[in-house]
């Protein structure tokens, strides 16, 4: 069965509207597991999600500021979205695409570290750019360490569920169904699910349950149904205050927001949210954010509460999307091996010129930020790969801008054959105290061909260029759409899952791909 349709069969749910006349809402009639296409919602919905618009980062003097710091981001929700908007054979709106967010929706084949005490392994890359003639790229990969699932710590989660109006769409609440019930098959019977849904109000729906009693847990999952408001402020209170009653010190609490964002009851407002999650991480308690739907879609949101609650957040777009986020890749959306990892690059002002951050807008930090254990950054899960692209260009190279007049000569380092040094630091999950791994950009991570680039670099840089052109492609350079699939079809490698493959298909897409309509008024 294929639904289509932009309103299920109704059945038994009823409120009264603020004129006091009884209205019916849908209740959606369940579809059947696997066999859910997502409706494609009419072109007058595109425009409507809300993103908050970054400038690309832009490139630096060495010998003015030679430190850059950011915090890691392993969020794949921009890809999602990305991918949805191509579907339907239109191009995103440029400020839904965030480069560092392409890149990590893949996985690298970096070298594992050795042990949880030691959580990171780095992995350093330099190769000539393959849009900009002198230029290189600096590839820094780091791998986080994998928790064997017998090891894994308990887990205590309170999945927190948009019953809104606005997610009765196929694409929505029935996808959020399915997607929460393949996750449910990955939790060990020793851990717990507890359920709080929203609408005009916010309950409880399932008290802490046992995992093992899945077909408790489904059936609740099973009969919600899409109706009335979105008390999104009140729903995260109740979800966090169900994770609290049940706090496992040892263990992983996390509360599973599942919605499409459109909060329009209760707190509305992003910085009273962020200080409210920021309280709550302190307590232990996680946020992440599984994104749904297009059309009223509100990206800001999620990304304030996904970022402060450390969490990730993930758009789900298909089944396939929900079984990589939440089967193939359950154990890192779920357990966390770091928190608050921070990386600091400093350039060899006498090696290279400039450079520019490639991604990574919404997570840049001050310098003294790196060193102070107070700020918050973002978190690695078990087994993920995280990946950084620097675009430099080396001393005598095409530089972006002249010197200052009054500028002193940069000084001579004393490590002249290094490009830099990269230091990453970290706290282990239940530690408030950060550790360090230092790394220099040497010369023998650099090859003199892009086609001797390892694999995963090579890559990397062409989803990098595929972002940079969805943008407007203002330090893309040369390149084209035809030329990031020869790169990204050059360096699929084994490509298990096949996403590499789709996103050949993807640049494709691009090419042809209507702009953003304009709005219906």
Do not use: C
């Not at 369940?30 to 296409?37: K, L």
């Not at 005009?200 to 399932?206: C, S």
């Amino acid at each position: 069965m294929v639904v289509t349709a932009a309103r299920l069969p109704s059945r038994g749910r009823r409120a009264v509207s603020p004129a006091g006349v009884v209205q019916s809402y849908a209740a959606p009639v369940p579809v059947p597991r696997e066999t859910y296409q997502p409706r494609l919602p009419a072109y007058h919905d595109v425009g409507r999600d809300r993103f908050t618009a970054k400038d690309e980062n832009p490139f630096k003097r060495v010998g003015e500021d030679p430190v850059s710091t950011f915090s890691i981001d392993v969020d794949t929700a921009s890809y999602g979205f990305v991918r949805a908007s191509l579907n339907r054979n239109v191009l995103p709106q440029p400020a839904a695409v965030r480069t560092e967010e392409m890149i990590n929706y893949f996985p690298y084949d970096y070298a594992a570290p050795a042990s949880a005490e030691h959580p990171f392994s780095t992995n350093v890359a330099v190769f000539p750019s393959p849009w900009s003639a002198g230029r290189k790229l600096v590839r820094i990969g780091i791998k986080g360490f994998t928790i064997q699932r017998a090891a894994r710590p308990r887990a205590n989660l309170v999945f927190l569920i948009d019953t809104s109006g606005s997610m009765n769409e196929p694409n929505k609440l029935p996808l959020v169904q399915q997607s929460l019930a393949m996750l449910l098959d990955q939790l060990a019977p020793d851990d717990r699910v507890g359920i709080v849904t929203y609408a005009g109000n916010a309950g409880v729906a399932l008290e802490p349950t046992p995992a093992s009693e899945k077909t408790r847990i489904r059936a609740v999952i099973d009969r919600l149904t899409a109706w009335g408001g979105t008390a999104g402020a009140e729903g995260i209170r109740q979800a966090y205050k169900l994770a609290e009653q049940n706090l496992d010190p040892k263990g992983v609490n996390r509360v599973i927001l599942a919605t499409d964002g459109d909060f329009n009851v209760g707190i509305t407002n992003e910085n009273e949210l962020k200080g409210y999650v920021e309280r709550e991480r302190g307590k232990g308690v996680f946020l992440s954010v599984l994104g749904f739907g297009m059309g009223n879609y509100n990206d800001a949101m999620m990304q304030t509460l996904a970022q402060n609650g450390n969490g990730a957040a993930a758009y789900i777009d298909t089944i396939s999307e929900a079984r990589k986020t939440l089967v193939d890749e359950a154990s890192s959306t779920l357990f966390p091996i770091a928190k608050d990892v921070k990386i600091q690059v400093e350039f060899n002002p006498a090696i290279v010129s400039e450079y520019r951050l490639i991604g990574y807008e919404t997570r840049m930090l001050n310098r003294d930020d790196f060193n102070n254990d107070k700020v918050d950054a973002g978190d690695v899960g078990s087994g993920q790969t995280v990946t950084a692209l620097y675009e430099i260009v080396p001393a005598g190279g095409p530089r972006t801008m002249d010197d200052l007049r009054y500028a002193r000569p940069a000084p001579v380092a004393a490590s002249g054959g290094e490009y830099g040094f990269v230091k990453i630091r970290y706290k282990l999950p239940k530690s408030d105290t950060s550790l360090l791994i230092a790394k220099p950009i040497d010369r023998a991570a650099e090859v003199s061909l892009f086609a001797d680039a390892p694999q995963d670099a090579r890559f990397a840089a062409g989803v990098a260029a595929f972002a940079e052109l969805l943008r407007g492609g203002k330090y893309s350079g040369t390149m084209s759409y035809d030329e990031v699939v020869r790169i990204a079809n050059a360096a699929k490698g084994s490509d298990e899952f096949g996403y590499r493959a789709e996103f050949v298909q993807m640049v494709r897409t691009a090419k042809t791909a209507a702009a953003l309509p304009q709005l219906e008024r």
